[in-house]
């Protein structure tokens, strides 16, 4: 069995390495399109070591993030004597076209820059929030979503994305956890091919494609506390089977650049850990693309305390094989003289100058610099009706109706009179959330604007409990927007208290008080502990997240029934901020959960251990039944079989709908514990009432694999279960499957995507 890469000594890697053939010999990567016309060795070779360090060295187009792609003298003056390779944080054709000039008509060499930014959720037409996106389950909506934002981005100069981000999250008191996919590697691989194949599309050579930067590697999503920036300690196991799984199906998918996480991976901090980078990202995975540092953080490897100064920073992050510094200006400093006095530097130096001439290559820039800065295209693209109506079309499949008493919902279209409360009800700036790109508040259809086109008797009250209780006394149904402003999640917006704030449970109460048949709309960008909203006579809660620029007109086609919602959630709503982290694939314990307070188990005394509303849950305006699982033989081999596991699922209700049918596997008995659920299929299937559909997963022996004791994926021998229904905590159907002997498998099982169909 092969020893895990990260224990390999870091010299015999790096000897590894230096010795393996130069890049041009190792062939093309996944991502490259075919171009003769350029030879990067030879320009490799004409470059002077100043002129190499350019490449590496990215730039910020304005003062402190703001956009501003018209640069000061000085700033061109670096362009023209090659010292800049790439800028972050421009954008406009126009603008991006003369600096784009300056680079390649005036600068030595001629090599075009890069430009970048974060398009992460939309350029100009915002969709939903990642999170929300990701409340889809379906990877086609990511994919669709991310095919729009390139095609404005790169209308607008742009060449590179600083997205997908794909950390996985399992603490919502993190607020980053509304940039990715939730908290489960599986669906997290899923939504993270699909963006990569959405920005990168077809070729990124085509002027409507933007190059990946997936992010942020590897497991900054386990920040201790939630705490944004805060150092990951986790187990191999943990690393590999749920934190790095959709990086490795991104790669896979032929992401042409990742991103470095800022935190420490047990006290190696990311930016500065060879064994992660050099060893297992490009070692082990035979990733030859870009790798870019977060923002500064090769510098803050000084902070973290593992480098004492910017040269020995600039070394550990060369050695580990960062090829793009980050605004930082520490590879601009010192890498030159590093390299120039050490020839294994100059070597890792030209690999990482060759890597980023590739990207460029890829991209078509030295075939044609200018060919993303159309400015007819761009005034052509931005915010097109087609992009509006796929914002609203993704929004409404966001959209998750978390309870639903007394059917409160679907409202009829002759609700009467209705008092809308909350200022959330309003907010455009929040409709757009974290990372909104060229996003304005002017182009939202908020909720108060949508129902007022919609309905005649609405009474808006932003603030003010007489104001609203005053309304809601005179309504005959009452909508409470409820929930976080887009100001708190995202980049250093953690929690330590995730409940809802004091006004809104005090409003909420007298608001019930009043006795009308309440609709809450729930906003925000991570899941909130909100028991209040669960158990509620006449209550219905909808989970709507940050929806984009046509939030309103989703939620009132949802309000009213004309768009029956069927969001699942991608992460644990917990029922306390001290219940956190709690995903649903939890180990099995010694003692198993039991609410019965004489036994000791693992639960906590002072409240259920069972989540507010788990993984995969959400309700529907019409109902399904679920038939039989079965298997389409009842043995596979370990090396190699496949199965097919089919299930019937029919709309048993008298609404037209959308199921999303779930398969989960456990292996009861295996060499190490295995949680008690582990997500392996899932599809969303349109129904109408009545009828039936059978639900199709083909999986591999590999998807069974575990990360063994020994260090590697190992397909163990014995029973699997199989388990399908609607929601984590609704199985409906159950069948067993054996495997026939053990396999050593080469990828994580999350990151390979299962195969399903509908007859
Ligand atoms: C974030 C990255 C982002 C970068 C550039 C950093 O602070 O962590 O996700 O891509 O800034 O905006």
Do not use: C
């Not at 790169?154 to 980053?176: C, I, K």
């Not at 187990?235 to 800022?262: H, I, V």
């Amino acid at each position: 069995m092969p020893p895990s890469p990260l224990k390999v000594a870091l010299p015999a890697i790096l000897a590894a390495l230096l010795s393996a053939p130069p890049l041009a010999a190792q062939g093309t990567p996944a991502t490259a399109t075919a171009s003769a016309e350029i030879d990067l060795e030879a320009l490799l070779a004409r470059m002077t070591t100043a002129e190499k360090v350019g490449q590496l060295v990215q730039r910020m187009g304005g003062r402190q993030r703001a956009l501003n792609s018209r640069l000061t003298p000085e700033e061109l003056d670096l362009v023209r004597a090659g010292k800049v390779g790439s800028f972050l944080h421009v954008a406009g054709a126009e603008p991006l076209r003369e600096l784009q000039r300056v680079a390649v008509e005036e600068s030595r060499l001629g090599i075009p820059l890069l430009f970048a930014m974060d398009v992460v959720h939309g350029y100009r037409t915002i969709f939903p929030v990642p999170l929300a996106i990701a409340a889809t389950w379906d990877p086609a909506d990511a994919e669709s979503a991310a095919r729009i934002a390139a095609r404005e981005a790169s209308a607008a100069g742009l060449h590179w994305t600083f997205a997908p981000m794909v950390d996985v999250a399992r603490d919502p008191r993190w607020g980053r956890i509304v940039e990715g996919a939730g908290e489960d590697p599986f669906l997290g691989s899923a939504m993270a091919v699909a963006q990569v194949r959405g920005f990168q599309g077809a070729s990124l050579a085509a002027p409507d494609t933007l190059m990946a930067a997936t992010k942020h590697f590897g497991a900054y999503g386990a920040a201790e506390g939630g705490r944004d920036y805060a150092g990951a300690d986790i187990s191999e196991r943990t690393l590999r089977e749920t934190y790095l799984p959709p990086f490795e199906a991104a790669a896979a998918a032929g992401t042409a650049s990742y991103m470095t996480a800022f935190n420490a991976l047990g006290g190696v901090p990311v930016t500065g850990n060879a064994a992660l980078l050099r060893g297992l990202l490009r070692y082990e995975w035979g990733y030859d693309g870009v790798l870019v540092s977060d923002w500064r953080s090769i510098d803050e490897l000084i902070a973290h305390g593992v480098a004492g100064t910017r040269t020995e920073a600039a070394r550990l992050a060369l050695e580990a094989g960062v090829d793009i510094d980050m605004v930082s200006d520490v590879y601009a400093e010192e890498v030159a003289a590093l390299a120039e006095a050490d020839p294994a530097l100059m070597a890792l130096l030209d690999e990482a100058v060759l890597r980023i001439l590739r990207a460029k290559r890829d991209l078509g820039l030295f075939a044609d610099p200018f060919q993303y800065h159309d400015t007819a295209r761009e005034a052509a693209v931005m915010l097109a009706a087609e992009h509006r109506a796929e914002a609203r079309r993704i929004a409404e499949r966001a959209i998750v109706l978390l309870e639903n008493s007394g059917k409160v919902l679907p409202l009829a279209k002759d609700a009467g009179k209705i008092a809308l409360i909350g200022a959330l009800a309003d907010d455009a700036p929040s409709a757009l959330g974290s990372w909104k790109a060229r996003g304005l508040p002017e182009d939202v259809v908020t909720l108060r604007a949508a129902l007022e086109a919609a309905h005649p008797g609405v009474t808006y009250v932003a603030e003010g409990v007489d104001a609203a209780l005053a309304a809601a006394i005179a309504a005959d149904v009452v909508i409470l927007a409820l929930g976080e402003d887009f100001d708190r999640t995202g980049e250093a917006r953690s929690f330590a208290e995730i409940g809802l704030p004091r006004e809104q449970k005090e409003l909420l109460f007298k608001v019930l008080e009043v006795g009308k048949p309440l609709v809450v709309v729930l906003m925000g960008g991570r899941p909130l502990a909100a028991p209040e909203l669960s158990g509620l006579d006449e209550a219905a809660v909808l989970g709507a997240w940050l929806l984009g620029v046509e939030s309103g007109p989703a939620l009132v086609s949802t309000l009213f029934g004309d768009n029956n919602p069927a969001g699942r959630l991608p992460a644990t709503f917990p029922r306390a901020s001290g219940a956190v982290p709690f995903a649903y694939d939890q180990l099995p314990s010694g003692r198993p959960a039991d609410e019965d307070l004489a036994n000791d188990t693992v639960r906590w005394r002072d409240q259920p251990t069972l989540p507010l509303w788990p993984f995969g849950h959400g309700l529907s305006y019409t109902t399904f039944g679920y038939g039989e699982l079965t298997l389409d033989r009842a043995n596979i081999p370990a090396n190699g079989g496949t199965v097919t596991v089919s299930i019937p699922v029919t709309n048993t209700g008298e609404r037209p709908g959308e199921e999303v049918v779930q398969l989960y596997m456990r292996d009861p008995v295996a060499s190490v514990s295995r949680p008690v659920k582990q997500l392996r299929g899932f599809r969303r299937v349109p129904l109408q009432p009545g009828e039936t559909r059978t639900v199709s997963f083909t999986l591999s022996a590999a998807h069974f694999a575990l990360w063994a004791q020994a260090g590697a994926w190992m397909v163990e021998p014995g029973a699997i279960e199989l388990m399908a229904g609607g929601a984590s905590d609704r199985i409906e159907a159950r069948a067993t499957l054996t495997i026939e002997g053990e396999h050593v498998s080469d990828r994580s099982p999350a990151s390979i995507p299962v195969e399903s169909s509908v007859d």
